[in-house]
C-alpha cells in the first residue's frame, strides 16, 4: 500500500527557516538578531500587523533560536541539534502553541501557568507562543498578569495579534511590542517570481503584478492566490497572464473596463450599463467593478498631475476636480453597496450617478460663466454710463413715486419697503433710473425688481448705480420724515398750540399724526 504523499502549499513550502529569509520586516528582524547576540530580548514580546506578513513565522523561528543548542552567530537555529530536530518534526516540548481564538477561556491560561515553573527538557528556554492573543477572555488576560510581570528565567511569552487595540493595556505594558510592516508591491512580485521560477510556472510580469496588488501587502494571501492560478494553468500549461488572473480574482477585463471609463467620461449611460450588465453576466460582482473603478481613478488622478509617470490614464481629458467628483460618488457608492441588499442595483445606480455628473464642468469654470451672462445682461454694479435714453422703454410709469404705488400693488411688500428706505434716486426717466443705495449688500433687489418690471409689464428696465458722495438724495422715507417734522414745526408755532402750552405749563405735549393730517 502507497504512503499517501502529503501536499505542501506555498506558504508553508517556503516558509523562512532563518531570519535572513524573512522578506519585508527589515526594522523587526534586527531588533531580534540584536536582542539575541547581546542576550537581552524581552520575555514578552507582541508581534502585530495585519494578516500573512510573518508574524505567526516569526514567533516560531525566534522561539527555535532561543531553544537552539548551538544557535549560528546566536541569531539562527542551526537546524542539526535535537531541539531543532524535534521543532521541526511539531514535536517540541518546550515550545508550546496555543490558539487562543479556540482557547479563550481563563482554564487554558491555568494550563499554561502551571507548566511555567518546569524547566526546559530539549532547549534553553521554555516559550509560549500565543497565537491571535486578542480572542482570550478578560479572565483569562487577569489570570496571565503576574506570571506575566515575573516569570522564571527559563520562561519566554511571544503573543500574535490583528488587533492590538483589543489586547488591554496592563498585559502590553508588560510586553515589547514590535509592529510587522505590510508588504511592498516590490517585495511580494519578486518573492512570486522567485517561486514561479523554483515551481516551473509560466507566468508574466502582468499577470504576477495583479496577484501582488489584490494581496495588499499580505504574502500569504499572494502566495494563495498564486495557487490557486497555478492550479487553474497547470494542467494546460496555459500562461499566468494578466487576462487569466482577473478572470479568476473576478475583476473587470482591463480593455472592458477602458471601455466602461470611456462611457462614463462622455456620459453615455446606456453603454456603461450594458457594460456593467455584461460583467454581472460573467459573474464579475458589483463590488469589484467599484474597486476597480476606485483604483482606475487613482491612477488617473496620479497620471494627470503628474506623481507617477508610469501610471495609465483611464479618463481621459478630465481635470483634477472632475476625477475628484468621480471619486467621491464611487467611494460612497462603494459603501452603499457592501450595506444594500441589492447590490448589483446599487451599482447602476452608481453609474447613472457618474454618467450625469462627469460632462458637468468645473465648478470655477461654472462660476465664471455665471458671471459673464450677469454681465451680459445686465450693467448693475459697474459705474459705466448708461445707454442713450432713447434706447430704453416707454413705460406708463412716469415717475419714481408711481413706480413705489404700482410695486405696492403687485404685493411685494419686502420690494416696497426696498424702494422707500434703501434707494436714492439721482435720475429718473420711463424705463431707466440713476440711484445709489443705502446699502451695497441690496443689489439683488435691483435684480428682483428688473425681472418683476419684465415678467409682469413685458418692460426692460436699466439700473445705473451711481458711486458720489457729494450728492445724496433723500431716500422716499426720508422725505417723508422731512416733511412730517416740517408739519409738526408749523403745528407748534400756531396760537392755539402756544396757548394750550402756556395754559398747561409743564405737560407733556403729543402731537399724533392725525392731527397733523387734520391741520393739513
Known amino acids: ?12 513550502t517556503y516558509r523562512p527557516k532563518a531570519f535572513g529569509e524573512v522578506l519585508g520586516q527589515d526594522v523587526a528582524v534586527r531588533i531580534f538578531q540584536n536582542a539575541l547576540k547581546q542576550n537581552t530580548l524581552s520575555h514578552a514580546i507582541v508581534l502585530t500587523g495585519i494578516r500573512g506578513i510573518g508574524k505567526t513565522t516569526s514567533a516560531r523561528l525566534l522561539a527555535k533560536t532561543l531553544c537552539c543548542l548551538d544557535p549560528v552567530e546566536h541569531v539562527d537555529p542551526c537546524g542539526q541539534c535535537s531541539s531543532c530536530v524535534a521543532f521541526d518534526r511539531e514535536q517540541h516540548t518546550d515550545i508550546i502553541e496555543m490558539d487562543a481564538a479556540s482557547h479563550t477561556g481563563v482554564d487554558d491560561v491555568r494550563d499554561i501557568i502551571e507548566g511555567v515553573s518546569y524547566a526546559p527538557t530539549y532547549g534553553r528556554y521554555r ?21 506575566l510581570e515575573e516569570p522564571p528565567a527559563h520562561a519566554k511569552f511571544i503573543f ?9 493595556e496592563t498585559i502590553l505594558s508588560r510586553c515589547l511590542q514590535i509592529e510587522l510592516r505590510s508588504m511592498s508591491m516590490e517585495t511580494i512580485l519578486n518573492h512570486l517570481n522567485t517561486i514561479c521560477g523554483t515551481e516551473g510556472l509560466n507566468a508574466d510580469l502582468d499577470g504576477l503584478s495583479l496577484i501582488a496588488d489584490a494581496a495588499q501587502g499580505s504574502m500569504r494571501d499572494a502566495l494563495s492566490v498564486l495557487e490557486k492560478v497555478a492550479s487553474f494553468t497547470r494542467s494546460t500549461g496555459e500562461a499566468m497572464t494578466s487576462a487569466v488572473v482577473e478572470r479568476i480574482l473576478g475583476r473587470p477585463p482591463k ?13 453615455n449611460l446606456i453603454h456603461a450599463i450594458e457594460i456593467t450588465r455584461s460583467f454581472f453576466n460573467h459573474n464579475i460582482e458589483a463590488l469589484s467593478i467599484a474597486k476597480s473603478l476606485l483604483q482606475a481613478l ?10 507617477f509617470e508610469g501610471q495609465e490614464l483611464f479618463f481621459q481629458e478630465l481635470s483634477v476636480s472632475q476625477l475628484n467628483r468621480l471619486w467621491s460618488i464611487v467611494h460612497q457608492s462603494l459603501q452603499e453597496i457592501i450595506s444594500s441588499p441589492l447590490p448589483k442595483e446599487s451599482c447602476e445606480v452608481m453609474m447613472i450617478r457618474l454618467c450625469h455628473v462627469s460632462d ?16 451680459n445682461v445686465q450693467s448693475i ?51 431707466h433710473i440713476e440711484c445709489s443705495l443705502r446699502n451695497s449688500a441690496d443689489q439683488h433687489f435691483l435684480r428682483q425688481l428688473k425681472q418683476l418690471l419684465q415678467d409682469r409689464r413685458n418692460e426692460t428696465w436699466t439700473f445705473e448705480l451711481v458711486h458720489t458722495t457729494t450728492v445724496n438724495p433723500a431716500t422716499l422715507h426720508e422725505k417723508r420724515q422731512e ?24 405737560a407733556t405735549l403729543t402731537i399724533e399724526k392725525s392731527l397733523i393730517e387734520l391741520d393739513a
Open 1 to 12: 500500500m502507497n504512503p499517501v504523499s502529503s501536499y505542501k502549499v506555498f506558504a508553508r
Open 127 to 147: 516559550v509560549y507562543i500565543i497565537d491571535e492573543v486578542h480572542m482570550l477572555s478578560k479572565n483569562a488576560f487577569n489570570a496571565l498578569l503576574k506570571t
Open 160 to 168: 500574535a495579534t490583528t488587533e492590538i487595540s483589543k489586547v488591554p
Open 255 to 267: 480593455e472592458e473596463l477602458k471601455d466602461l471609463c470611456t462611457a462614463i467620461k462622455e456620459g
Open 298 to 307: 487613482h491612477q488617473s488622478l496620479c497620471k494627470t498631475i503628474g506623481v
Open 360 to 375: 458637468v464642468p468645473p465648478l470655477k469654470q461654472l462660476i465664471q460663466d455665471i458671471e459673464q451672462k450677469i454681465n
Open 381 to 431: 454694479g459697474t459705474s459705466e454710463v448708461a445707454p442713450p435714453i432713447s434706447s430704453h422703454v416707454k413705460s406708463s410709469i412716469a415717475t419714481f413715486e408711481r413706480l413705489v404705488e404700482w410695486v405696492e400693488s403687485e404685493r411685494h411688500p419686502d420690494l416696497s419697503y426696498f424702494l422707500k428706505r434703501d434707494i436714492r434716486v439721482h435720475g429718473f426717466t420711463s424705463g
Open 483 to 506: 416733511r412730517e417734522a416740517e408739519e409738526k414745526n408749523q403745528v407748534l408755532k400756531s396760537e392755539i398750540v402756544q396757548h394750550a402750552i402756556q395754559t398747561f405749563a409743564g
